[in-house]
């Protein structure tokens, strides 16, 4: 006879994908009933570790775990090099940001570089040290970056996950105010890419995942040219970019060059995961890209206006081509 606590098991093993729990469910529930007793088991519920285990072991499967159906192990494929694409371009964006504030304010003169220093000392002790935790910890996604293609897998987890606190403390402001400043809109976005980059590296990444590999080049090659092409991006404009200029700089041409590249090599075994993995940094790309600019569009210069609406067109045209490319892979494959 099935007591309450079979059932409740077997409720919570549904969070499994089909062809896992017709391998495997009912070892799991007997491995889970065998030391309760019989007379207790219409009074006792699945612990909080043992349902966390079976939601840990859900997305694992779910993202190319072991042996999975192709369906799978192309959605775990694409989760993998979306967290790959995202955490390279927040890495570059960080580095490339710092560097070029701290070049600015060491050479335009003493009062320039009070006004920098002034924003980690004039404000008190505990808004300082925020100061400096949002100036350094962005910094990680570097650390996760190296981390991840060097399969030391808990060290990029932490890393990116630490990294991404900082978009959290804005999103609190917003909360605490009673009024919705002109930015909102990009504290939401960027709060949202940074936090689906680290959770996809977390969930996609798991210890069944193949290791990282970038589909060109060296870590350290794809980082430097990523950080030379928003560095550069941002000097050829110094008094006209926005916060998303560079980091949208970066993924349209690295999307341009993958489009290129697929169409003069043809379809391979993973250009459906890395189309849609692109597909799909490039939509919230295009989130970000919007909100930073649009509660200032009015008030842009009329070749700035134009330069951040040129960018949010290819932004769109690019995300959709991918788009088309990885959906015709995926039917083409019947996945």
Not at 45 to 67: F, H, W
Not at 260 to 284: D, N, Q, W
Not at 300 to 311: C, E, F, N, S
Request: hydrophobic share 55%; with cysteine.
């Amino acid at each position: 006879m099935t007591t309450l606590l079979e059932t409740r098991y077997r409720a919570v093993l549904r969070l499994l994908p089909a062809y896992y729990r017709r391998e495997r469910e009912e070892e799991m529930v007997e491995t889970y009933l065998w030391d309760v007793d019989q007379e207790t088991q219409d009074q006792s519920r699945p612990t909080l570790g043992e349902v966390a285990s079976i939601v840990a072991l859900a997305v694992r499967s779910r993202l190319g775990a072991g042996s999975a159906p192709r369906r799978y192990a192309v959605l775990g494929s694409a989760v993998r090099l979306f967290a790959l694409f995202a955490v390279l371009l927040q890495a570059a964006s960080a580095v490339v940001d710092r560097v070029l504030g701290l070049t600015w304010a060491s050479t335009r003169g003493g009062s320039q570089w009070a006004l920098f220093t002034d924003g980690f000392t004039g404000h008190g002790v505990w808004a300082g040290a925020g100061a400096i935790a949002q100036w350094f910890l962005p910094l990680l996604w570097t650390v996760a970056w190296f981390a991840l293609l060097r399969d030391h897998r808990r060290l990029a987890q932490v890393s990116a996950l630490v990294a991404a606190l900082p978009t959290l403390w804005p999103l609190t402001d917003l909360w605490t105010l009673d009024f919705a400043p002109s930015d909102s809109g990009y504290v939401v976005a960027a709060t949202f890419l940074a936090w689906s980059s680290a959770l996809a590296l977390c969930a996609a990444h798991h210890r069944d995942a193949p290791p990282a590999r970038l589909p060109v080049g060296t870590p350290g090659l794809v980082f430097a040219a990523c950080c030379v092409l928003m560095g550069g991006s941002v000097v050829a404009l110094p008094d006209g970019v926005d916060t998303a200029w560079a980091l949208v700089t970066c993924y349209l041409v690295m999307a341009l060059a993958w489009l290129l590249y697929r169409a003069r090599t043809g379809s391979s075994g993973s250009a459906a995961g890395e189309g849609a993995a692109l597909a799909a940094l490039g939509l919230l790309l295009l989130a970000v890209r919007i909100t930073a600019v649009y509660p200032w569009l009015d008030e842009l210069p009329g070749t700035l206006r134009v330069g951040v609406l040129t960018q949010a067109a290819a932004l769109v045209a690019l995300t959709a081509a991918l788009a088309v490319v990885s959906g015709r892979d995926l039917l083409s494959r019947g996945t």
